[in-house]
């Protein structure tokens, strides 16, 4: 079974810094993009970062770039987020996503499956 | 940027038929994704590439995809299929992936 786990969250103060992981397990980690997507609280989904399969390929949202750092560990089958200068407004649930297609190199496709998310409050 | 318009909310009574547009400038060029997300849980897949169900998704579900709607159609509305729906794209002219603002189906 395909699962995607997610963890690393918590209170944080603005400014501060946190790192979220995702561990994936029952598919080959290394083959697949993989995605981070955030939901506020009551808000819509807001897509954050992906990576491709071996890390050539990384994208940013305009809100976090040069703020957060994708990043992945195919040896061990995990996924990361490294969230700095953090602010009031990243307050959000954090998903961790698959791209399913195999391989995908320039861009990603859709994401399937999804973690269950991390929570990620940012206040003083 | 680019900018995908859902509409906030959509009612339907169990057993007819709901459809959720996607509005976008040439959207009908991209491909579109929906998901599905029910209060409190992860979003799941319905629909990829405008129209293909993933596995385990019941054929009540279909996507269209022209000009500039996209269009996620539910048939024989259950009161199960209540939850948020969004759509998502990727735009290559800005490398960012885009979800719609996400539409709140209610079964009556």
């Known amino acids: 079974e395909v699962q995607l786990v997610e963890s690393g969250g918590g209170l944080v103060k603005p400014g501060g810094s946190l790192r979220l992981s995702c561990a994936a397990s029952g598919f080959t980690f290394s083959s697949y993009s993989m995605n981070w997507v955030r939901q506020a609280p009551g808000k819509g989904l807001e897509w954050v970062s992906s990576i491709s399969s071996s890390s050539s390929y990384i994208y940013y949202a305009d809100s976090v770039k040069g703020r957060f750092t994708i990043s992945r560990d195919n040896a061990k089958n995990s996924l990361y987020l490294q969230m700095n200068s953090l602010r009031a407004e990243d307050t959000a649930v954090y998903y961790c996503?698959?791209?399913?297609?195999?391989?995908?190199?320039?861009?990603?496709?859709?994401?399937?499956?999804w973690g269950q998310g991390t929570l990620v409050t940012v206040s003083s | 940027s680019y900018v995908l318009t859902q509409p906030p909310s959509v009612s339907v009574a169990p057993g007819k038929t709901a459809r959720i547009t996607c509005g976008g400038n040439?959207?009908?060029?991209?491909?579109v994704h929906w998901y599905q997300q029910k209060p409190g849980q992860a979003p799941v897949l319905v629909i990829y590439?405008?129209?293909d169900r993933p596995s385990g998704i019941p054929e009540r579900f279909s996507g269209s995809n022209s000009g500039n709607t996209a269009t996620l159609t539910i048939s024989r509305v259950e009161a199960g299929d209540e939850a948020d729906y969004y759509c998502?794209?990727?735009?290559?002219?800005?490398?960012?992936?885009?979800f719609g603002g996400g539409t709140k189906l209610t079964v009556l």
């Open positions: 998502q794209v990727w735009d290559s002219s800005s490398d960012r992936v885009v």
């Open positions: 040439n959207i009908g060029s991209k491909s």
């Open positions: 996503a698959r791209d399913p297609v195999v391989g995908a190199a320039a861009g990603p496709n859709w994401f399937d499956p």
């Open positions: 590439y405008d129209s």
